[in-house]
T-cell receptor, first 114, second 109 residues
Framework: DSGVTQTPKHLITATGQRVTLRCSPR?????VYWYQQSLDQGLQFLIQ???????AKGNILERFSAQQFPDLHSELNLSSLELGDSALYFC?????????????FGSGTRLTVV | GQNIDQPTEMTATEGAIVQINCTYQ??????LFWYQQHAGEAPTFLSY??LDGLEEKGRFSSFLSRSKGYSYLLLKELQMKDSASYLC??????????WGAGTKLIIKP
């Protein structure tokens, strides 16, 4: 157990729907990162939050949004889902905002859009 | 632009040694990571290099040359469980991680 908790582990939903993925960072970590990984593809950085504030944005679609709450857990909202959104979504956390301290990844949420 | 290159796939034999190369071009450099990722699982940390040279950790070693924009991960005494993807990632000047696409390592008996 890495200490980063992601729920749910699996999610199957229909096109056009909206889902929310949840991440609880490791105790003491202030920074949360969201990544998307499609089948046999590399990690695509979506967005980073640090202590409740958006810190960096990657290739995140306008249909996707995220936030980090005062208790530091984070949610990634995916709306108007398309077949191509099917992927593994990873959350990672770190103590500080700077990535050179490394990340700890959660076990991921596998999203299947049918 | 910023770019990280790794071979897409490599094959090696159980008990042998394999070297996975990573070359990078980034605006600024604040460290290089290697992660291991088994299929369908989360990436796990293997090594971190910020200074030139070799870092050894058990069967795994990682090397960095900042002047050449080059790193490699060396895996010795390969075991079947080492079959996985190996991801190279560089921390750029803005302290964000830039990820390579990963190298899928196949171990054959």
């Amino acid at each position: 157990d890495s200490g980063v908790t992601q729920t749910p582990k699996h999610l199957i939903t229909a096109t056009g729907q909206r889902v929310t993925l949840r991440c609880s960072p490791r105790s003491g970590d202030l920074s949360v990162y969201w990544y998307q990984q499609s089948l046999d593809q590399g990690l695509q950085f979506l967005i980073q939050y640090y202590n409740g504030e958006e810190r960096a944005k990657g290739n995140i679609l306008e249909r996707f949004s995220a936030q980090q709450f005062p208790d530091l857990h984070s949610e990634l909202n995916l709306s108007s889902l398309e077949l191509g959104d099917s992927a593994l979504y990873f959350c990672a956390s770190s103590v500080v905002a700077r990535a050179n301290y490394g990340y700890t990844f959660g076990s991921g949420t596998r999203l299947t859009v049918v | 632009g910023q770019n990280i290159d790794q071979p897409t796939e490599m094959t090696a034999t159980e008990g042998a040694i394999v070297q996975i190369n990573c070359t990078y071009q980034t605006s600024g450099f604040n460290g290089l990571f290697w992660y291991q990722q088994h299929a369908g699982e989360a990436p796990t940390f293997l090594s971190y290099n910020v200074l030139d040279g070799l870092e050894e950790k058990g069967r795994f070693s990682s090397f960095l040359s900042r002047s050449k924009g080059y790193s490699y991960l060396l895996l010795k005494e390969l075991q079947m469980k080492d079959s996985a993807s190996y991801l190279c990632a560089v921390t750029g000047s803005n302290y964000q991680l830039i990820w390579g696409a990963g190298t899928k390592l196949i171990i054959k008996p």
